[in-house]
């Protein structure tokens, strides 16, 4: 699968600067598949260590701090002699040896002529902890599932051609956008997660990529029990099952008490952080203002929580394909789309997108570009009414308001109406 993160590995290689590298992101999203394909296609040869499954490993790390005598060591091990820019040398669930994520703080200052890559899940919950590993002395990559487009260039390659092409103001022929349209359906359903994305262009059965869903959902909820750090597992598994809750309301605001009646911030806090750094949740915050920098005006008591995944959120949902295919009005449409464009936003721009709310309603996201400040609006189908979204812009008279809706591509007044499936391509269609 084409995967947009190997562009940077390809630059990281290149730079004279570059730093050990650790990918962080939830489990199964790709990580260790991505190391190795990087080592496979742009090095001479790789070296592969597992620290999950090579127990012994651990002890060349605890009673070594010198790396040049640690490579020496991982050679024999591996019967490859590790050469410095063509070898690359992989750490895969390196959260399990903390001593070897230290390590890397001696590659950086002592060796940083050996290309090193390391991954492993849970490891955004271990970075956010100081002390823990070597801050300023790595290089950190957000792995996520596939987005829209990385999707599309894996189950339909011609099709993927003609979206690659679109360009900002381009007119898109009807027989593309419907196309396109049902390729966006379909991404709703199987989501992003490799898995999924494999079952789906192997064996096009929608039962089986509901089985992996399934299965992925209980991982994960295992992974809870089996944490064991200060945060209280029972804690972190009830915020995740409240998620789907929490999008059904009306404003979709985070309310501990949804979690569990009298539930108040400081008996969930920590969970939350922990499921934000693990990767599993997308946190977006409320702004008392929209001017920039944003960051400025975060209402940290007040924020909504996205899947990763809106696969598996439309999965935990437990909405029918029936439904999302045949593009009927169903509960949860809004939820569902709205975790999806700000999957596909993520990323795109420096600042995390917001949202805005104020007595004369809500702006579902607010992006910041450059100086700039965008409106966004996430609509589930047709329907252009949005009071307040236009209210918003008649106050504020921004350069560019976006609204994605199934409508086509095309300007109407001061809002860019963009279909969901160029969600991805909203930095460059500005």
């Not at 997108?353 to 570009?369: A, H, V």
């Not at 965008?374 to 009414?385: F, L, M, Q, T, Y």
Request: with cysteine; hydrophobic share 40%; net charge neutral.
């Amino acid at each position: 699968m084409k995967r947009n993160a190997m562009e940077y590995l390809i630059r990281w290689k290149a730079d004279e600067e570059r730093k050990p590298l650790v990918l962080k992101g939830a489990r199964q999203v790709g990580k260790t598949w991505l190391m190795k394909e990087f080592g496979h296609s742009c090095y001479e040869r790789f070296v592969y260590f597992n620290f999950d499954e090579e127990d012994e490993l651990k002890s060349i790390f605890e009673t070594n701090k010198n790396p040049q005598r640690i490579i020496e060591l991982l050679s024999l091990i591996s019967e490859e002699k590790i050469l410095p820019g063509k070898t690359l040398v992989i750490f895969d669930e390196i959260q399990e040896c903390p001593a070897a994520l230290n390590s890397l703080k001696y590659f950086r200052e002592k060796a940083n002529e050996y290309h090193v890559i390391a991954a492993g899940s849970l490891l955004g919950t271990l970075l956010a902890q100081p002390k823990s590993y070597p801050v300023g002395m790595v290089n950190l990559l957000d792995i996520m599932p596939l987005t829209f487009d990385e999707f599309l260039a894996a189950t339909e390659t011609s099709l993927f051609a003609y979206y690659s092409s679109i360009q900002k103001g381009q007119h898109i022929e009807d027989i593309f956008h419907s196309r396109l349209m049902e390729a966006y359906s379909y991404y709703l359903i199987i989501g992003g997660m490799p898995e999924c994305v494999a079952s789906w262009m192997k064996y096009k059965d929608p039962a089986r990529i509901s089985m992996i869903q399934r299965e992925l959902v209980q991982v994960y909820e295992n992974d809870f029990s089996k944490h064991n750090g200060r945060v209280n597992s029972g804690r972190i598994l009830m915020v995740f099952r409240s998620i789907v809750s929490q999008l059904a309301k009306a404003n979709e605001k985070f309310m501990y008490g949804a979690v569990r009646e009298g539930g108040r911030a400081r008996d969930f806090e920590e969970a939350i952080e922990w499921l934000v750094s693990a990767g599993m949740l997308n946190r977006v915050y409320n702004v008392s203002k929209t001017e920039h920098p944003l960051a400025a005006f975060d209402r940290l008591d007040q924020f909504k929580l996205f899947l990763f995944d809106t696969g598996l959120l439309k999965h935990m949902a437990g909405i029918d394909n029936s439904a999302i295919l045949l593009k009927s009005s169903y509960q949860f449409k809004g939820p569902l789309t709205e975790n999806y464009i700000l999957q596909q936003l993520r990323g795109q721009f420096e600042t995390d997108p917001r949202y805005f709310s104020d007595k004369n309603g809500e702006i579902d996201f607010i992006l910041q570009y450059g100086t700039e400040i965008i409106p966004v609006e996430a609509k589930g189908g047709e329907d252009k009414s949005a009071p307040s979204f236009k209210r918003y812009i008649s106050e504020h008279q921004p350069e560019h308001a976006l609204r994605f809706s199934s409508r086509g591509y095309r300007k109407d007044g001061a809002i860019t109406n963009l279909p969901p499936y160029l969600a991805g391509k909203t930095k460059e269609l500005l």
